[in-house]
Protein backbone atom coordinates (compact mmCIF):
# COMPACT_ATOMS: atom_id res chain seq x y z
CA UNK A 1 0.00 0.00 0.00
CA UNK A 2 1.37 3.64 -0.85
CA UNK A 3 1.26 5.38 2.15
CA UNK A 4 3.76 7.90 4.37
CA UNK A 5 4.85 6.45 7.70
CA UNK A 6 5.12 7.96 10.64
CA UNK A 7 6.04 7.36 14.47
CA UNK A 8 5.73 7.91 16.88
CA UNK A 9 1.57 9.03 16.41
CA UNK A 10 2.01 10.56 20.08
CA UNK A 11 4.86 12.12 21.90
CA UNK A 12 5.30 13.77 25.18
CA UNK A 13 8.75 14.43 26.44
CA UNK A 14 10.27 17.21 28.17
CA UNK A 15 12.30 20.31 27.60
CA UNK A 16 15.40 20.08 26.34
CA UNK A 17 15.62 16.53 25.53
CA UNK A 18 16.68 15.92 22.00
CA UNK A 19 13.88 13.84 19.74
CA UNK A 20 13.52 12.51 16.31
CA UNK A 21 10.11 12.08 14.67
CA UNK A 22 10.78 9.47 11.65
CA UNK A 23 9.04 9.84 8.43
CA UNK A 24 9.54 7.09 5.77
CA UNK A 25 8.12 6.61 1.82
CA UNK A 26 7.73 3.87 -0.30
CA UNK A 27 6.05 5.77 -3.45
CA UNK A 28 9.83 6.51 -4.74
CA UNK A 29 8.46 10.58 -4.23
CA UNK A 30 11.14 12.97 -4.81
CA UNK A 31 9.88 16.06 -2.77
CA UNK A 32 9.20 15.50 1.11
CA UNK A 33 8.15 18.23 3.56
CA UNK A 34 7.26 18.38 7.54
CA UNK A 35 4.27 20.84 8.49
CA UNK A 36 3.21 21.81 11.73
CA UNK A 37 -0.49 22.15 12.44
CA UNK A 38 -1.82 24.61 14.78
CA UNK A 39 -5.41 25.89 15.58
CA UNK A 40 -6.44 29.11 13.68
CA UNK A 41 -2.95 28.97 12.25
CA UNK A 42 -3.71 26.19 9.29
CA UNK A 43 -0.08 24.28 8.60
CA UNK A 44 2.93 26.08 8.03
CA UNK A 45 5.78 24.53 6.26
CA UNK A 46 9.11 23.42 8.47
CA UNK A 47 11.50 21.95 6.20
CA UNK A 48 11.65 20.92 2.56
CA UNK A 49 13.10 18.27 0.58
CA UNK A 50 13.43 18.62 -3.14
CA UNK A 51 15.36 14.92 -3.78
CA UNK A 52 18.22 12.99 -1.40
CA UNK A 53 21.11 15.47 0.37
CA UNK A 54 19.13 18.50 -0.82
CA UNK A 55 17.20 20.42 1.62
CA UNK A 56 15.57 23.82 2.68
CA UNK A 57 13.89 25.71 5.20
CA UNK A 58 10.53 26.19 5.25
CA UNK A 59 8.27 29.66 6.90
CA UNK A 60 8.62 27.98 10.20
CA UNK A 61 12.25 26.53 10.50
CA UNK A 62 13.91 27.33 14.01
CA UNK A 63 14.71 24.72 16.22
CA UNK A 64 13.90 21.97 13.95
CA UNK A 65 16.78 20.29 11.47
CA UNK A 66 15.92 17.47 9.26
CA UNK A 67 18.27 15.62 6.73
CA UNK A 68 17.21 13.35 3.57
CA UNK A 69 20.41 10.46 3.03
CA UNK A 70 18.21 7.92 1.51
CA UNK A 71 14.95 9.12 -0.85
CA UNK A 72 11.89 7.41 1.25
CA UNK A 73 13.83 8.86 4.63
CA UNK A 74 12.98 12.33 5.91
CA UNK A 75 13.17 12.41 9.91
CA UNK A 76 12.22 15.91 11.45
CA UNK A 77 15.07 16.49 14.64
CA UNK A 78 14.05 18.77 17.15
CA UNK A 79 17.86 19.29 19.72
CA UNK A 80 16.24 21.23 22.22
CA UNK A 81 12.41 20.77 22.21
CA UNK A 82 10.13 24.05 24.25
CA UNK A 83 7.21 24.67 24.80
CA UNK A 84 6.55 26.22 21.67
CA UNK A 85 6.65 23.16 19.69
CA UNK A 86 4.36 21.62 21.05
CA UNK A 87 2.11 20.85 17.96
CA UNK A 88 0.97 17.76 15.76
CA UNK A 89 3.15 17.15 12.63
CA UNK A 90 2.76 15.90 9.32
CA UNK A 91 5.14 15.25 7.27
CA UNK A 92 4.45 14.82 3.41
CA UNK A 93 5.61 13.38 0.24
CA UNK A 94 4.98 14.25 -3.69
CA UNK A 95 5.95 13.74 -7.43
CA UNK A 96 7.30 16.74 -8.15
CA UNK A 97 8.66 18.27 -12.00
CA UNK A 98 9.70 21.10 -13.48
CA UNK A 99 6.84 21.31 -15.82
CA UNK A 100 3.77 20.20 -14.07
CA UNK A 101 5.26 21.32 -10.22
CA UNK A 102 2.95 19.51 -7.49
CA UNK A 103 0.19 18.53 -9.92
CA UNK A 104 -0.43 14.93 -8.04
CA UNK A 105 -0.63 16.67 -4.56
CA UNK A 106 0.92 15.72 -1.12
CA UNK A 107 0.10 12.41 0.60
CA UNK A 108 0.18 12.67 3.99
CA UNK A 109 1.43 10.63 7.08
CA UNK A 110 -0.73 10.27 9.88
CA UNK A 111 0.87 12.31 12.17
CA UNK A 112 2.71 12.84 15.53
CA UNK A 113 1.31 14.94 18.25
CA UNK A 114 4.05 16.05 20.10
CA UNK A 115 3.76 17.49 23.51
CA UNK A 116 6.70 19.07 25.40
CA UNK A 117 6.59 20.11 28.92
CA UNK B 1 4.45 36.94 -0.09
CA UNK B 2 1.61 34.29 -1.38
CA UNK B 3 -1.31 33.56 0.94
CA UNK B 4 -4.22 31.52 0.83
CA UNK B 5 -7.33 32.70 2.87
CA UNK B 6 -10.36 30.59 3.81
CA UNK B 7 -13.24 32.97 4.56
CA UNK B 8 -15.30 30.63 6.84
CA UNK B 9 -13.47 29.40 10.58
CA UNK B 10 -16.33 27.43 11.52
CA UNK B 11 -19.77 26.43 9.75
CA UNK B 12 -22.56 24.81 10.26
CA UNK B 13 -25.32 23.22 8.49
CA UNK B 14 -28.01 20.81 9.07
CA UNK B 15 -27.52 17.06 6.55
CA UNK B 16 -28.92 17.89 3.02
CA UNK B 17 -28.25 21.34 2.87
CA UNK B 18 -25.64 22.75 0.73
CA UNK B 19 -22.28 23.71 0.96
CA UNK B 20 -20.27 26.27 0.00
CA UNK B 21 -16.80 27.12 1.24
CA UNK B 22 -14.81 29.71 0.13
CA UNK B 23 -11.13 30.04 -0.63
CA UNK B 24 -9.01 32.84 -2.50
CA UNK B 25 -5.25 32.94 -2.99
CA UNK B 26 -2.94 35.76 -4.21
CA UNK B 27 -0.36 34.69 -6.95
CA UNK B 28 -1.14 36.33 -10.33
CA UNK B 29 0.59 33.66 -11.98
CA UNK B 30 0.19 29.25 -12.72
CA UNK B 31 -1.05 27.64 -9.98
CA UNK B 32 -2.31 24.42 -9.07
CA UNK B 33 -4.61 24.20 -6.46
CA UNK B 34 -6.33 21.48 -3.57
CA UNK B 35 -8.87 20.91 -1.47
CA UNK B 36 -7.90 18.87 1.25
CA UNK B 37 -10.14 17.39 4.26
CA UNK B 38 -8.87 16.37 7.48
CA UNK B 39 -11.44 14.10 9.72
CA UNK B 40 -11.30 13.84 13.47
CA UNK B 41 -8.25 12.55 14.65
CA UNK B 42 -7.06 11.82 11.55
CA UNK B 43 -4.66 13.09 8.66
CA UNK B 44 -5.42 14.92 5.31
CA UNK B 45 -6.63 13.53 2.88
CA UNK B 46 -7.00 14.72 -0.82
CA UNK B 47 -10.54 15.84 -2.13
CA UNK B 48 -10.03 17.27 -5.68
CA UNK B 49 -7.02 19.44 -7.39
CA UNK B 50 -7.61 21.64 -10.00
CA UNK B 51 -3.73 21.61 -12.29
CA UNK B 52 -5.26 22.66 -15.67
CA UNK B 53 -8.37 22.42 -18.09
CA UNK B 54 -11.90 22.35 -17.09
CA UNK B 55 -12.09 25.14 -14.20
CA UNK B 56 -14.98 23.09 -12.74
CA UNK B 57 -13.24 19.78 -10.67
CA UNK B 58 -14.85 17.23 -9.62
CA UNK B 59 -13.47 15.13 -6.33
CA UNK B 60 -14.45 11.85 -3.93
CA UNK B 61 -17.63 12.30 -2.04
CA UNK B 62 -20.06 14.01 -3.97
CA UNK B 63 -17.70 17.58 -3.29
CA UNK B 64 -16.69 19.57 -6.63
CA UNK B 65 -14.50 22.86 -6.93
CA UNK B 66 -14.56 25.87 -9.06
CA UNK B 67 -11.69 27.73 -10.19
CA UNK B 68 -12.52 31.28 -10.95
CA UNK B 69 -8.89 33.04 -11.90
CA UNK B 70 -10.32 36.38 -12.71
CA UNK B 71 -11.43 36.30 -8.87
CA UNK B 72 -8.24 34.11 -7.36
CA UNK B 73 -11.01 31.72 -5.99
CA UNK B 74 -10.91 28.00 -6.01
CA UNK B 75 -14.55 27.50 -3.60
CA UNK B 76 -15.30 24.09 -2.60
CA UNK B 77 -19.50 23.07 -2.90
CA UNK B 78 -21.15 20.35 -2.20
CA UNK B 79 -24.80 20.11 -2.89
CA UNK B 80 -26.17 18.21 -0.25
CA UNK B 81 -24.03 17.81 2.88
CA UNK B 82 -24.05 14.49 5.53
CA UNK B 83 -23.21 14.24 8.91
CA UNK B 84 -19.86 12.53 7.72
CA UNK B 85 -18.83 15.02 5.92
CA UNK B 86 -18.34 16.38 9.67
CA UNK B 87 -14.40 17.57 8.89
CA UNK B 88 -12.18 20.52 9.12
CA UNK B 89 -11.32 21.47 5.16
CA UNK B 90 -7.98 22.89 3.97
CA UNK B 91 -7.73 24.93 0.77
CA UNK B 92 -3.99 24.64 -0.58
CA UNK B 93 -2.20 26.03 -3.26
CA UNK B 94 0.80 25.54 -5.18
CA UNK B 95 2.14 28.68 -7.43
CA UNK B 96 4.65 28.35 -10.18
CA UNK B 97 7.43 29.97 -8.26
CA UNK B 98 7.32 27.90 -5.14
CA UNK B 99 8.89 24.60 -6.33
CA UNK B 100 7.05 21.95 -4.45
CA UNK B 101 5.56 24.47 -1.65
CA UNK B 102 1.90 24.18 -0.63
CA UNK B 103 0.29 27.00 1.20
CA UNK B 104 -2.54 26.60 3.44
CA UNK B 105 -5.41 28.36 4.51
CA UNK B 106 -6.45 28.49 8.15
CA UNK B 107 -8.82 25.85 7.57
CA UNK B 108 -12.50 25.42 7.75
CA UNK B 109 -14.09 23.40 10.38
CA UNK B 110 -17.39 21.85 9.06
CA UNK B 111 -20.08 21.08 11.53
CA UNK B 112 -23.47 18.62 10.12
CA UNK B 113 -26.25 18.33 12.33
CA UNK B 114 -28.17 15.29 12.07
Known amino acids: EAQVTQNPRYLITVTGKKLTVTCSQN?????MSWYRQDPGLGLRQIYY???????DKGDVPEGYKVSRKEKRNFPLILESPSPNQTSLYFC????????????????FGSGTRLTVV | AQSVSQHNHHVILSEAASLELGCNYS??????LFWYVQYPGQHLQLLLK??????LVKGIKGFEAEFIKSKFSFNLRKPSVQWSDTAEYFC????????????FGQGTELSVKP
Open chain 1, 92 to 107: ASSFYSLDRGLGYGYT
Open chain 1, 27 to 31: MNHEY
Open chain 1, 49 to 55: SMNVEVT
Open chain 2, 27 to 32: YGGTVN
Open chain 2, 50 to 55: YFSGDP
Open chain 2, 92 to 103: AVNAENQGGKLI
